[in-house]
């Protein structure tokens, strides 16, 4: 076994890369850019050794730094985690040359499978089922528009050396095609440098079902059975489980058969995810194979009980497989969803900032997070941003669905993020959708329950207003003690804030709003604590504070339990599994009004354009693309707000712009 590994890799995975050698007695060795440097797995790891700037084309992606990483730190081998070089060809052959383990396939399964068209052409040989399609070399775009209109719409383009939703497009009509090509070689150029595509036939309301195989250096390949991946969003993985629902018994074997035997078509070796679509019908077609760990690979892990990066490193050492496919055996029912810092009312634009609270809920046999951050750290514009992997798990038999279920809905309630949006609402909306529930599940799930998962912004119940305006006077009361305890003399009454008058009790009116919908609470001071009143309505209240922002409330005869965080002139409120944003409002601040419609579109965060849609002097109407900012290696169309005239554009093709910063000069009719 390895004394030192590095790991070519950052955030969420390479922590729990760490977890697993640290358990092993294995030494660590992690890599990070400059924007890295205070990061949680270079926190974590026995040695670290900064590659470059942040950019990850300047640091991450570069093969020679993390090879010089590893020679001069001594390391035996690297794991690649997912993402970045993890399926690149040319850093594995690099370390095979410099004497070091890549802990994953060998060189020529990442070549056969690192092409989309030529695993596919790998596979038809295999007798592996494959989707109706184009997966040839010609990439001219009539060429490529002729395949599609053959084929039928709706297609779907997909870049061959793709993967995570990358270089993805849905084409419904003919007429779509030449612009969703276009934007789709433009994202598989910047994510993977190859701007190769192949078309597919686009199957209506079809699964994701993906086994996760596993080979050795001996000629053992096994299945440790399937996740189902169909709820997704850009076409990212959203929520995962397994196993999947409604799975039987003959069709997982035939499943897992194919798996094994594209795996066993390419001698594989490692961890590998086998990628099916599957039709309402049950048939079942290959998609692609990824050639490395996956993000949703704890899922797996919880119903087998094992650990995959442990398997990994074995294999990777030359032992053989651990076990043999019948004493793999499936356990209880596991979900995993994933936390992004990402607004999904913006059509989940990434968010970046500081994790000014962090609070995920509390680890046991049935909950895990895997994070990369933690309380302080930053999201930053430069990677992904994944906040955390929140894994639930439960064997209760025939309903352990059911009462997984049920934990991630709790352990959702639980999780608490300021300083960021995050999708934690969307992702409790999503669970309890009754889509979701009764395992109703495809593709386009999100899209068809949308009425459901994206409601209508209401007014924040009474209790949550009340807990903002409770949160202020205790801040107030805090406040205060701490000022006297500093004074010359901290026992002067003059110092409390107990509310004490010689004629009745002071009063104290918190102004709030949140949305369109503004509230005045006003507190007044009592023996036993409080009374909050709104709109007359007064009910006395008595609080103990637990401490980072949480209190235990009694308050018209009820006891309940909720976290007010401060953020500035921002309350985030958490109640009753539920968070709300309110701002506190300065009655003697007041903003004036431009009162005009006249003015720029903004970028939503760092970027670089890509593209200009729109011609200067043009009329557009609303919702007509002007733009296309790259950011996080995904494209954003920034779009006409209403119908009117693009004046002039603030920056040219291939320009930085920073948060905030004018795109458009545009003129509404």
Same mark, same amino acid.
């Given at each position: 076994?390895?004394?030192?590994?590095?790991?070519?890799?950052?955030?969420?995975?390479?922590?729990?890369?760490?977890?697993?050698?640290?358990?092993?007695?294995?030494? *660590?060795?992690?890599?990070?850019?400059?924007?890295?440097?205070? #990061?949680?797995?270079?926190?974590?790891?026995? &040695?670290?050794?900064?590659?470059?700037?942040?950019?990850?084309?300047?640091?991450?992606?570069?093969?020679?730094?993390?090879?010089?990483?590893?020679?001069?730190?001594?390391?035996?081998?690297?794991?690649?985690?997912?993402?970045?070089?993890?399926?690149?060809?040319?850093?594995?052959?690099?370390?095979?040359?410099?004497?070091?383990?890549?802990?994953?396939?060998?060189?020529?399964?990442?070549?056969?499978?690192?092409?989309?068209?030529?695993?596919?052409?790998?596979?038809?040989?295999?007798?592996?089922?494959?989707?109706?399609?184009?997966?040839?070399?010609?990439?001219?775009?009539?060429?490529?528009?002729?395949?599609?209109?053959?084929?039928?719409?709706?297609?779907?383009?997909?870049? !061959?050396?793709?993967?995570?939703?990358?270089?993805?497009?849905?084409?419904?009509?003919?007429?779509?095609?030449?612009?969703?090509?276009?934007?789709?070689?433009?994202?598989?150029?910047?994510?993977?440098?190859?701007?190769?595509?192949?078309?597919?036939?686009?199957?209506?309301?079809?699964?994701?079902?993906?086994?996760?195989?596993?080979?050795?250096?001996?000629?053992?390949?096994?299945?440790?059975? $399937?996740?189902?991946?169909?709820?997704?969003?850009?076409?990212?993985?959203?929520?995962?489980?397994?196993?999947?629902?409604?799975?039987? #018994?003959?069709?997982?074997?035939?499943?897992?058969?194919?798996?094994?035997?594209?795996?066993?078509?390419?001698?594989?070796?490692?961890?590998?995810?086998?990628?099916?679509?599957?039709?309402?019908?049950?048939?079942?077609?290959?998609?692609?194979?990824?050639?490395?760990?996956?993000?949703?690979?704890?899922?797996? &892990?919880?119903?087998?009980?094992?650990?995959?990066?442990?398997?990994?490193?074995?294999?990777?050492?030359?032992?053989?497989?651990?076990?043999?496919? $019948?004493?793999?055996?499936?356990?209880?029912?596991?979900?995993?969803?994933?936390?992004?810092?990402?607004?999904?009312?913006?059509?989940?634009?990434?968010?970046?900032?500081?994790?000014?609270?962090?609070?995920?809920?509390?680890?046991?046999?049935?909950?895990?997070?895997?994070?990369?951050?933690?309380?302080?750290?930053?999201?930053?514009?430069?990677?992904?941003?994944?906040?955390?992997?929140?894994?639930?798990?439960?064997?209760?038999?025939?309903?352990?669905?059911? !009462?997984?279920? !049920?934990?991630?809905?709790?352990?959702?309630?639980?999780?608490?993020?300021?300083?960021?949006?995050?999708?934690?609402?969307?992702?409790?909306?999503?669970? !309890?959708?009754?889509?979701?529930?009764?395992?109703?599940?495809?593709?386009?799930?999100?899209?068809?329950?949308? *009425?459901?998962?994206?409601?209508?912004?209401?007014?924040?119940?009474?209790?949550?207003?009340?807990?903002?305006?409770?949160?202020?006077?205790?801040?107030?009361?805090?406040?205060?003690?701490?000022?006297?305890?500093?004074?010359?003399?901290?026992?002067?009454?003059?110092?409390?804030?107990?509310?004490?008058?010689?004629?009745?009790?002071?009063?104290?009116?918190?102004?709030?709003?949140?949305?369109?919908?503004?509230?005045?609470?006003?507190? #007044?001071?009592?023996?036993?604590?409080?009374?909050?009143?709104?709109?007359?309505?007064?009910?006395?209240?008595?609080?103990?504070?637990?401490?980072?922002?949480?209190?235990?409330?009694?308050?018209?005869?009820?006891?309940?339990?909720?976290?007010?965080?401060?953020?500035?002139?921002?309350?985030?409120?958490?109640?009753?599994?539920?968070?709300?944003?309110?701002?506190?409002?300065?009655?003697?601040?007041?903003?004036?009004?431009?009162?005009? #419609?006249?003015?720029?579109? *903004?970028?939503?965060?760092?970027?670089?354009?890509?593209?200009?849609?729109?011609?200067?002097?043009?009329?557009?109407?609303?919702?007509?693309?002007?733009?296309?900012?790259?950011?996080?290696?995904?494209?954003?169309?920034?779009?006409?707000?209403?119908?009117?005239?693009?004046?002039?554009?603030?920056?040219?093709?291939?320009?930085?712009?920073?948060?905030?910063?004018?795109?458009? &000069?545009?003129?509404?009719?």
């Amino acid at each position: 076994m390895f004394n030192k590994i590095l790991i070519a890799n950052r955030g969420e995975i390479a922590c729990r890369v760490i977890k697993t050698a640290r358990r092993m007695g294995i030494r *660590t060795v992690a890599v990070y850019s400059e924007a890295d440097a205070g #990061a949680r797995h270079v926190r974590l790891a026995d &040695e670290a050794v900064c590659i470059g700037p942040a950019a990850a084309k300047s640091s991450y992606l570069v093969a020679e730094k993390i090879i010089a990483a590893a020679k001069s730190t001594g390391a035996q081998a690297v794991h690649p985690g997912y993402g970045f070089l993890s399926e690149n060809e040319e850093f594995a052959r690099a370390c095979e040359k410099n004497g070091i383990v890549f802990i994953g396939p060998p060189v020529a399964a990442i070549h056969a499978m690192g092409s989309k068209s030529e695993a596919k052409k790998l596979m038809e040989k295999a007798g592996v089922p494959l989707t109706p399609g184009y997966h040839g070399d010609n990439q001219e775009p009539e060429f490529l528009k002729q395949q599609a209109d053959a084929i039928g719409y709706p297609v779907l383009i997909k870049a !061959a050396a793709g993967g995570g939703g990358k270089g993805m497009r849905a084409v419904n009509a003919s007429a779509e095609f030449f612009d969703a090509l276009a934007s789709c070689k433009r994202e598989a150029k910047s994510s993977f440098n190859d701007e190769h595509v192949l078309i597919e036939k686009y199957l209506q309301r079809p699964r994701h079902i993906e086994f996760q195989i596993f080979g050795d250096s001996h000629g053992n390949c096994v299945h440790l059975f $399937e996740r189902d991946c169909s709820v997704q969003r850009r076409h990212q993985k959203v929520l995962e489980e397994a196993p999947a629902p409604g799975m039987t #018994a003959e069709r997982r074997a035939q499943m897992g058969k194919a798996a094994v035997d594209a795996a066993k078509a390419v001698n594989y070796v490692g961890a590998g995810t086998v990628e099916f679509i599957v039709n309402n019908d049950g048939t079942f077609y290959f998609m692609e194979m990824n050639t490395r760990l996956q993000v949703e690979h704890p899922v797996t &892990e919880m119903i087998t009980g094992l650990d995959l990066v442990e398997w990994q490193l074995r294999v990777g050492a030359g032992d053989t497989l651990p076990l043999m496919q $019948e004493q793999i055996q499936i356990r209880g029912h596991a979900l995993e969803a994933r936390v992004y810092a990402e607004d999904p009312d913006k059509g989940f634009l990434p968010s970046t900032g500081k994790l000014i609270h962090l609070a995920p809920p509390a680890e046991s046999m049935h909950v895990r997070v895997d994070t990369g951050v933690e309380q302080g750290d930053e999201i930053t514009p430069w990677y992904d941003p994944m906040i955390a992997k929140l894994i639930v798990w439960d064997d209760s038999g025939r309903n352990s669905r059911d !009462a997984a279920l !049920a934990r991630m809905l709790q352990a959702l309630a639980d999780y608490r993020v300021v300083g960021v949006a995050n999708n934690i609402g969307f992702l409790s909306r999503l669970v !309890a959708s009754p889509a979701f529930s009764q395992a109703d599940l495809d593709t386009g799930l999100i899209e068809r329950e949308k *009425t459901f998962l994206f409601p209508a912004s209401g007014k924040p119940s009474s209790d949550a207003w009340r807990m903002a305006a409770l949160a202020e006077l205790l801040r107030d009361r805090q406040h205060a003690a701490t000022n006297a305890t500093s004074s010359s003399d901290p026992h002067s009454p003059w110092a409390t804030r107990d509310g004490w008058r010689m004629n009745g009790a002071a009063e104290r009116r918190v102004h709030l709003r949140s949305g369109e919908h503004e509230c005045v609470v006003v507190g #007044a001071y009592t023996r036993a604590g409080f009374t909050l009143a709104i709109d007359g309505n007064v009910s006395p209240v008595s609080a103990q504070q637990l401490g980072a922002g949480a209190m235990r409330v009694d308050i018209d005869g009820r006891r309940l339990t909720a976290t007010v965080i401060a953020a500035g002139e921002k309350r985030h409120v958490f109640i009753d599994g539920m968070s709300f944003v309110f701002a506190v409002v300065d009655p003697l601040f007041h903003v004036a009004s431009s009162g005009g #419609a006249e003015g720029g579109l *903004t970028a939503p965060m760092p970027g670089k354009v890509i593209a200009l849609i729109a011609a200067v002097g043009q009329t557009v109407e609303k919702g007509a693309p002007l733009l296309i900012l790259e950011a996080m290696k995904m494209e954003h169309t920034i779009a006409a707000p209403v119908a009117g005239i693009v004046k002039s554009f603030r920056f040219a093709v291939g320009e930085q712009v920073g948060d905030g910063a004018e795109l458009v &000069e545009f003129v509404p009719s």
